[in-house]
């Protein structure tokens, strides 16, 4: 390996036979999972979010805290969430238990197709279309009960958007810069139980087939049909 391409901190600490399968940041921390099931993780852990001891961790440094061989994980502002073999269905939530994010954890993920998070919220994608979500709903970030099935969502820091199987695009949750599309309240809110976006490239004929959320921001791209 041409050392100069690889940074000394990486070199450190993965193990030789190990990969990068997932990175996952949130506003002040960064977690790594390895193919090996290993996760690290630095940056400011005071809340836990780091596994222990609790605070600031300025190089990647191993969590511990997890009794599983790790497939993917997502950050919140003051939380990380892992989970395991999609057919075991094990999963932890580190971290602040603001928003009751760690208590209303359900006792499972198995099933899981993808996962993401908020900054105070969880959702988990199943494989069968169905979506789960708990913490922070105070504009009303959480999935409403009858949402069609899900084929691909995106979550940013207050919203999410959700690709249906049939094409359309719903968005819910904080929408005051436009992110969830024209349709909302008078406190910025996506209207009740979400909006729908639509594409101008739907005019012409092409269909929307991917989607992103970002901090206050989202993303849409069609196909080139």
């Given at each position: 390996m041409n050392e100069s391409l690889c940074p000394p901190l990486a070199r450190a600490f993965m193990p030789e036979d190990a990969t990068i399968i997932d990175i996952a940041s949130g506003l002040q921390h960064t977690i790594i999972v390895l193919?090996?099931?290993?996760?690290?993780?630095?940056?400011?852990?005071r809340k836990g979010?780091?596994?222990?001891?609790a605070g600031i961790v300025s190089e990647p440094r191993k969590i511990d805290a997890v009794n599983f061989k790790v497939k993917r994980a997502v950050c919140g502002r003051e939380f990380t969430y892992l989970v395991g073999d999609q057919n075991r269905g094990q999963h932890v939530v580190l971290g602040s238990d603001k928003f009751c994010i760690r208590s209303m954890a359900p006792?499972?993920?198995m099933g899981w197709k993808d996962i993401g998070a908020s900054w105070g919220s969880i959702f988990v994608l199943?494989?069968?279309?169905?979506?789960?979500?708990?913490?922070?709903n105070d504009h009303g970030q959480l999935a409403s009960r009858g949402l069609p099935l899900i084929a691909k969502m995106a979550v940013g820091s207050e919203h999410v958007l959700a690709l249906t199987a049939d094409g359309t695009v719903l968005a819910w949750g904080w929408g005051e810069h436009g992110n969830c599309g024209p349709?909302?309240?008078?406190e910025g809110d996506a209207k009740s139980p979400w909006s729908e976006i639509k594409s101008l490239d739907e005019e012409v004929g092409q269909s929307i087939i991917g989607i992103g959320a970002g901090c206050a921001t989202s993303w849409l791209w069609t196909d080139t049909a």
């Open positions: 193919s090996n099931g290993e996760v690290y993780g630095w940056g400011n852990g979010q780091l596994g222990e001891p006792e499972s993920a199943h494989q069968s279309g169905k979506m789960i979500s708990w913490g922070r349709d909302v309240d008078k």
